[in-house]
T-cell receptor, first 113, second 116 residues
Framework: DQQVKQNSPSLSVQEGRISILNCDYTNSMFDYFLWYKKYPAEGPTFLISISSIKDKNEDGRFTVFLNKSAKHLSLHIVPSQPGDSAVYFCAASEGTSGSRLTFGEGTQLTVNP | EAGVVQSPRYKIIEKKQPVAFWCNPISGHNTLYWYLQNLGQGPELLIRYENEEAVDDSQLPKDRFSAERLKGVDSTLKIQPAELGDSAVYLC??????????????FGPGTRLLVL
């Protein structure tokens, strides 16, 4: 039972354009959502988070949108840069502590120069 | 600030052999996690420690996997005996659990295990 799903295994965009990564979840008890970025041979690195009381959180070029009714969140990267090329994981937790994360399968983003 | 340290980075063993992984969390982080990541999948929690206590080990296959966090700092994850299906990346993460909200987990580089 995959509670967090990232249906796109890969995404390719041109440098300077917007990257949109999507994530769907099924557990209505999830209250806290995070995006992690992972480069090859490294561990995941925290990128941005959002709690269920918000529908948007922005940090520089990264914005996360949460649609609770649709159980859907997305990560927007604008403008995309070649250094953004990595695997992006969506994660969710019940409660706001973020202590028990359920991860999606990941989306490989490639930003072409 | 030093990040989460894991060793070894790579390990190749034959099936039925034992193997152990070591993790040193970020200084001051009281919560430590062990995750399993299979190829093409996201990390899956194996066990979570708060200080020395294992507070969530429901996903740890206890017939062959064991973990310890003596003194509430470093941790060791052991597999005995290893099976072919244990080939994966084993990630350690740490966080500071004090505010009760918005904790961020910091991951180490992982140990890539190959069981032949």
């Amino acid at each position: 039972d995959q509670q967090v799903k990232q249906n796109s295994p890969s995404l390719s965009v041109q440098e300077g354009r917007i990257s949109i990564l999507n994530c769907d979840y099924t557990n209505s008890m999830f209250d806290y959502f995070l995006w992690y970025k992972k480069y090859p041979a490294e561990g995941p690195t925290f990128l941005i988070s959002i709690s269920s009381i918000k529908d948007k959180n922005e940090d520089g070029r990264f914005t996360v949108f949460l649609n609770k009714s649709a159980k859907h969140l997305s990560l927007h990267i604008v403008p995309s840069q070649p250094g953004d090329s990595a695997v992006y994981f969506c994660a969710a937790s019940e409660g706001t502590s973020g202590s028990r994360l359920t991860f999606g399968e990941g989306t490989q983003l490639t930003v072409n120069p | 600030e030093a990040g989460v340290v894991q060793s070894p980075r790579y390990k190749i063993i034959e099936k039925k052999q034992p193997v152990a992984f070591w993790c040193n969390p970020i200084s001051g982080h009281n919560t430590l996690y062990w995750y399993l990541q299979n190829l093409g999948q996201g990390p899956e929690l194996l066990i979570r420690y708060e200080n020395e206590e294992a507070v969530d080990d429901s996903q740890l296959p206890k017939d062959r996997f064991s973990a310890e966090r003596l003194k509430g700092v470093d941790s060791t994850l052991k597999i005995q005996p290893a099976e072919l299906g244990d080939s994966a990346v084993y990630l350690c993460a740490s966080s500071f659990s004090g505010t009760g909200s918005g904790e961020t987990q910091y991951f180490g580089p992982g140990t890539r295990l190959l069981v032949l």
